[in-house]
């Protein structure tokens, strides 16, 4: 079987990504929402619609933004964790700690793969924080 590998222009679905992602998340509140995204994961406001309750933040990652979209009942069962690389998971969650995020438990750990530490923002979505242990970079 001959390998194939996906590119922005050429995806075998047939689909013209142009490479960038917005990972949207259910919020109740924007006013209490956007100072914690900010303030917590150091995200960096693009803009904000309040006619139609959206933001939308840079993320660390190149072309990967997070809008915040304002509903009346946010979470529930299901949907997407977005999960974070970090350099130092420990120093991440002494921060998480400091301000008195909640946490879903330690940090866990995969020998010699990763470790992983969840936590949950002021609606209650479950966010992740995760550390390469593998030693290999990404492509």
Known sequence: MASSTLT????????AFDGGLTCAISVT?????????EQMLGLTLLYRMDDIAWCEFE??????????S??????????????????DIDAAKAVLDAAGVRQDGPINEIPGMVRLLTFFDPDDNALMLYQ?????TPN
């Open 8 to 15: 922005e222009t050429q995806p075998n679905s047939g689909i």
């Open 29 to 37: 509140n924007l006013d209490r929402s956007i100072p914690w995204y």
């Open 59 to 68: 993320s660390p990652v190149a072309r990967v933004n997070i809008g915040l």
């Open 70 to 87: 304002q509903v009346e009942q946010a979470g529930g069962p299901g949907g997407a964790t977005l999960t974070f690389g970090v350099t």
């Open 132 to 136: 390469d242990l593998s030693g290999q």
